[in-house]
């Protein structure tokens, strides 16, 4: 214990005998707490993502009652706080316009409270960063309690995976393959729980990067949604969190330098959705550690990847990784991958946490020996189209593009290109690379999941299923091929990818990590004197705050604002 209960941070509001606090006793009183609620006690808040258009979390207002249990046996007070819910299906133009946002919703939730350490509820794609950076620029002592994944999906005894059999059965409709009728087999079958995808998606990954950071009580990110150990997992976060309190665990003490590296090794292990590149930067740089995309590029290249999980693996959801072991089991695969000397919210060492960890299904969870991919599953690349980086999933994609030149057919936005794709008159063959722009953090806006085309009608209807496409986009954890992604600067602020034509020829050569426009300084330099910056998406509201202050997809896509390092610290609330 280093702490007394003097120490509370809470106490400055409870405790004085003076007129302010008088007042947020009695207010306290007022919803039928006590004394005996708050004396002595650290006030424990429960961040809940619930809301009725977030099916991902739609169980967490009933997992926030085993938070409050926990807490209570553990001698703490909880507190229930609503914050936005990161609801990945149904927010628009898409949720991470809103990531920050919710950040910041959080930090300023903690600091301007009587809170002395959290409990975050949510796991839907942005959810975990959005709360992880939060929690962490406020500074508290944290734990993350992930949503945890739906059921595997059913229709007509095929197992379902969330977002990518949708696009594969819709590939096929169009190809005309399958009928209506199997399409509504499949709406009903692909989303039998609550609970986030469960598939290796953003989510999934998210939850099992948190986890391998240390930001979880150990294997919390793999138990599914209705799973019982679900409840009994929200709980042990209750009562923990109090301990955290009281010994000081604060988030700079968990997120290192090591310990986040540890968090990308297990991104790749995991066969991470793209998505997760963002995620990492923008956390760590909250954290105060500098990652950037040749660290992530570097540990990919080293670390294969072992989860057997879709889209990067061939069979398995993530209701068979956590009956495989789960993560523990992948860390204990990883072996001295993992810097295990690194401490976790359970106040022991990863090495402690993981120790004894079983590898249950050696062919959901390969040892490194028989990988799923021998690489991680993500890579880097650069060149005169992309100076600042982009991102490609060699593991997820025809390993036949992994070097590729062929003609760009570009578009300017999102409704040229779905007319290029299902006219089927179009000149095209599977040489065409595909190219979308102004689909960036500013161009989207908010860098939507546009990333993964679809295949045009023609060439799905001779039979191909992918090609090369290329966008300052993301695309869906779910998502798979050869899509190359987060293209940096992005078009809409004038990157090269502004410059492009139809006609000019693309390379790609994931090897040498090298992508490029076959044009010359010369003439990329006229074209950029006789380009035009396009009108501002927003005059007022949240989008104007945004364009202003995001940055681009290689810094995490952070608010300049957030940075941990942007200004002077900001200091507690006066009371
Ligand atoms: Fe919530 Fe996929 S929609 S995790
Ligand atoms: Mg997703």
């Known amino acids: 214990m280093t702490k007394t209960p003097e120490d509370l941070r809470s106490a400055r509001w409870f405790a004085p005998d003076d007129l302010r606090s008088m007042g947020h006793r009695s207010r306290a009183m007022q919803m039928g707490l006590d004394d005996a609620d ?33 807490v209570l046996q553990a001698g703490g007070m909880p507190v229930e706080m609503p914050v936005h819910s990161f609801s990945e299906q149904f927010l628009k133009p898409t949720s991470m316009l809103y990531r920050n946002m919710g950040a910041l919703e959080v930090e300023e939730t903690l600091r301007a409270h009587p809170i002395d350490g959290a409990v975050l509820l949510g796991g839907c794609d942005k959810s975990t960063p959005a709360l992880v950076m939060g929690a962490v620029s406020a500074g508290l002592p944290f734990i993350f309690m992930p949503a945890g994944a739906m059921l595997r999906g059913n229709y007509a005894g095929q197992k379902l995976g969330s977002g990518t059999d ?174 295990l000397s690194v401490m976790t919210v359970s106040g022991k060492s990863l090495g402690e946490t993981i120790e004894g960890a079983q590898n249950y299904n050696t062919d959901v969870i390969r040892p490194l020996t028989n990988p799923v991919y021998h690489e991680g599953s993500l890579a880097v690349l650069r060149g005169n189209l992309a100076p600042d980086g982009a991102v490609i999933k060699p593991a997820a994609m025809d390993p036949k593009f992994q070097t590729h030149r062929g003609p760009a057919i570009v578009a300017d936005s999102y409704a040229e290109m779905k007319e290029i794709i299902n006219d089927e008159d179009y000149p095209m063959t599977l040489n065409h690379v595909l190219v979308l722009r102004n689909a960036g953090p500013q161009g989207g806006p908010g860098m939507p999941e546009w ?125």
């Open 166 to 339: 949708v696009w594969k059965y819709w590939d096929e409709r169009r190809a005309g393959t399958i009928g209506k009728e199997e399409w509504m087999g499949v709406q009903g079958g692909i989303a039998r729980s609550y609970g986030t995808c469960m598939t290796m998606g953003t989510a999934s990954t998210m939850m099992s990067i948190a986890d391998g950071w240390g930001l979880t009580l150990p294997g919390a990110s793999s138990i599914p949604a209705p799973d019982a150990g679900h409840k009994r997992m929200a709980a042990a976060c209750g009562r923990r969190i109090v301990d955290m309190v009281w010994e000081d665990l604060t988030p700079d003490k968990i997120m290192t330098d090591a310990s986040t590296r540890n968090a990308v090794t297990v991104a790749m292990a995991t066969g991470c959705s793209t998505n997760a590149i963002i995620h990492l930067i923008a956390m760590a740089r909250r954290a105060g550690v500098d990652l950037g995309l040749e660290d992530l590029d570097e540990i990919g290249r080293t670390t294969p990847v072992i989860a057997n999980i879709r889209p990067s693996g061939k069979e398995y959801l993530m209701e068979d990784f956590f009956y495989a072991g789960g993560l523990p089991a992948l860390m204990q695969e990883l072996g001295d991958k993992l810097d």
């Open 451 to 575: 990333g993964m085309i679809p295949m045009p009608k023609a060439l799905l209807k001779q039979g191909h299923r992918d090609m090369v496409r290329l966008s300052d986009a993301r695309m869906s954890g779910t998502s798979y091929g050869a899509c190359i992604l987060h293209v940096a600067p992005e078009a809409f602020v004038g990157g090269p990818l502004a410059l492009i034509e139809t006609g000019d020829i693309i390379e790609l050569d994931i090897p040498n990590r090298r992508l490029d426009v076959q044009l010359s300084d010369e003439e990329l330099a006229t074209r950029r004197a006789n380009w035009t910056a396009p009108p501002p998406r927003y005059e007022r509201g949240y989008g104007k705050m945004f364009s202003q202050h995001v940055e681009q997809a290689d810094k995490g896509c952070d608010f300049d604002f957030l940075r941990t390092d942007f200004g002077a610290a900001v200091s507690e609330p006066e009371i």
């Open 38 to 70: 708050w004396e002595g006690k650290p006030v424990i808040a429960i961040i809940n993502t619930w809301s009725d258009l977030s099916p991902c979390h739609h169980h967490l207002r009933d997992r926030a009652e085993f938070v409050k249990k926990g």
